[in-house]
Structure formats: structure tokens, C-alpha cells
T-cell receptor, first 114, second 111 residues
Framework: GAGVSQSPSNKVTEKGKDVELRCDPISGHTALYWYRQSLGQGLEFLIYFQGNSAPDKSGLPSDRFSAERTGGSVSTLTIQRTQQEDSAVYLC????????????FGEGSRLTVL | QKEVEQDPGPLSVPEGAIVSLNCTYSNSAFQYFMWYRQYSRKGPELLMYTYSSGNKEDGRFTAQVDKSSKYISLFIRDSQPSDSATYLCAMSEAGTDKLIFGTGTRLQVFP
């Protein structure tokens, strides 16, 4: 497909385990975003990659969260020592141009921490 | 106080009604304003995009921005059951592509 692809679509893990969430953006899109969506909280910005620039990590909630983007394409969001409050839908988006406001979102990875 | 405030609803209206969705914000540096629509279990998709103050119309949808009041609106005319979704406002400052989203308003249009 030509859209943003995320995996896994669902992940159930135990408290304290590490998880990795993957995002495959639309080909040719230079910008990649991670957001978190919790019930009643809207979309919370986590991190933003733009080309070869240093990522904007200002939204990462703690040092347990990290993300990387390899080769300017695929991105992995890693959550270490998961906590129950990390349970949410993690959405990835990509965009082609600056200042268009048009982000193309994947369907998200639903994380449940028991 | 959140940077962007949005009533979560739910808002339930009959088919054919005019719907008004609103957001307020506190950051006067916001220059770009967007509305996204999100269906259940799907990612948000861009519906409307406006720059600075003014109105923009696209079919049954009209977006309004009042920067002096820090208030934006989305109007849906002749609402349809297929419009049932969560509507999220989003905004960003000039020179950045980081979007700040509202919590979303859940809309239900019943036949």
C-alpha cells in the first residue's frame, strides 16, 4: 500500500518489559512524526524527524522513550521498562512538504501494559 | 491550562443539521490552523487547512479563524451520517512543522 504502515497494530505487554513500535512512512516523505493518543487526551506530540536535521525530541515524556529513524525512512519508537500509564495508541505520521499542515497518519499501534 | 482547548462532546445531531465545532488556544504565535477527521480505529486525516485569520470553504465544510479572539471553528452544513467521527483541531507556529492538537470532539449524526 501507499500509506503509512505501522506495526504491530496491537501489543499487550507486562509492566517492566521493553517494546518497539515500527513506522514505515510514505515513500519520499522527508518528515516523520510520532504522536500518542490516550482516551480523552487528544494527540500528544512525542518526536519529529525532518530530513537530516536533529530530531525534535521535546515531547518525549521520559528517558524511557526513544526513537530513531534509519536511512531517512523507517522509524522505531522504543519504550523501555513500560508502565501502565504508557498504555495508549501510538500514531506515526509523515509529510512531504513543510508548512502544509498535511500529515498522513498510519492506523496506529495500540499498546496495553498490564 | 492546555495550549489548545476543545470540547470533547459527544455532539449528537440529526441528519441535515448545521454543526459547529470550536477550539480555543492560548499561544498567539500559532499561524497555521487545521481540522482533522478521525474515524474509529483509524488515523486522523486532514480536512481543512487555513493560514492566519479568515474563512475557507470546501464543499459542505467551512473553517473560520479569529486570531484576535484565539478561536477557530469548523462548520459542517447538511450533515450526513458519514460525517460521524471525531474532529480534531490542530495548529502550529510559523517556521515549525510541529502540530499541537486539541483533544477532539466526537460527532454523531443520526438519520
Amino acid at each position: 500500500g501507499a500509506g503509512v504502515s505501522q506495526s504491530p497494530s496491537n501489543k499487550v505487554t507486562e509492566k517492566g518489559k521493553d517494546v518497539e513500535l515500527r513506522c514505515d512512512p510514505i515513500s519520499g516523505h522527508t518528515a516523520l512524526y510520532w504522536y500518542r493518543q490516550s482516551l480523552g487526551q487528544g494527540l500528544e506530540f512525542l518526536i519529529y524527524f525532518q530530513g537530516n536535521s536533529a530530531p525534535d525530541k521535546s515531547g518525549l515524556p521520559s528517558d524511557r522513550f526513544s526513537a530513531e529513524r534509519t536511512g531517512g525512512s523507517v522509524s522505531t519508537l522504543t519504550i523501555q521498562r513500560t508502565q501502565q500509564e504508557d498504555s495508549a495508541v501510538y500514531l506515526c505520521a509523515s509529510s512531504r512538504q513543510k508548512n502544509t499542515g498535511e500529515l498522513f497518519f498510519g492506523e496506529g499501534s495500540r499498546l496495553t501494559v498490564l | 491550562q492546555k495550549e489548545v482547548e476543545q470540547d470533547p462532546g459527544p455532539l449528537s445531531v440529526p441528519e441535515g443539521a448545521i454543526v459547529s465545532l470550536n477550539c480555543t488556544y492560548s499561544n498567539s504565535a500559532f499561524q497555521y490552523f487545521m481540522w482533522y477527521r478521525q474515524y474509529s480505529r483509524k488515523g486522523p486525516e486532514l480536512l481543512m487547512y487555513t493560514y492566519s485569520s479568515g474563512n475557507k470553504e470546501d464543499g459542505r465544510f467551512t473553517a473560520q479563524v479569529d486570531k484576535s479572539s484565539k478561536y477557530i471553528s469548523l462548520f459542517i452544513r447538511d450533515s450526513q451520517p458519514s460525517d460521524s467521527a471525531t474532529y480534531l483541531c490542530a495548529m502550529s507556529e510559523a517556521g515549525t512543522d510541529k502540530l499541537i492538537f486539541g483533544t477532539g470532539t466526537r460527532l454523531q449524526v443520526f438519520p
